[in-house]
């Protein structure tokens, strides 16, 4: 997503890191304790705050089908959409090198 008023690797961290819970079966607040986050990461991936924050919530109600909650971010939908899609695509190339 093309923002200019946050670092790109910052929205890119907050989406990685948003998912560690789910992978690891444990409350996310646990997991990042030790990581040296900015604190504008960590209030994104524990409290949904500031720009990084706010995207965050827009991707997962995307993911959700939560239209609504999509249109209260500052994001047209297709950026949203091509975002996300994007995202799906990444993934999908990643995950069998992981798996070796």
């Given at each position: 997503?093309?923002?200019?008023?946050?670092?790109?690797?910052?929205?890119?961290?907050?989406?990685?890191?948003?998912?560690?819970?789910?992978?690891?079966?444990?409350?996310?607040?646990?997991?990042?304790?030790?990581?040296?986050?900015?604190p504008d990461v960590t209030?994104?991936?524990?409290?949904?705050?500031?720009?990084?924050?706010?995207?965050?919530?827009?991707?997962?109600?995307?993911?959700?089908?939560?239209?609504?909650?999509?249109?209260?971010?500052?994001?047209?939908?297709?950026?949203?959409?091509?975002?996300?899609?994007?995202?799906?695509?990444?993934?999908?190339?990643?995950?069998?090198?992981?798996?070796?």
């Amino acid at each position: 997503v093309a923002r200019n008023d946050a670092d790109p690797e910052q929205f890119f961290t907050v989406g990685m890191f948003s998912v560690l819970d789910g992978l690891f079966d444990q409350p996310l607040s646990q997991l990042i304790v030790d990581l040296k986050l900015s604190p504008d990461v960590t209030k994104a991936l524990l409290e949904y705050q500031g720009i990084l924050g706010e995207v965050l919530g827009c991707v997962i109600a995307y993911d959700q089908g939560n239209w609504e909650s999509i249109q209260s971010v500052d994001l047209e939908e297709s950026t949203v959409r091509e975002a996300y899609l994007e995202a799906i695509e990444w993934m999908a190339t990643l995950v069998p090198l992981l798996k070796d």
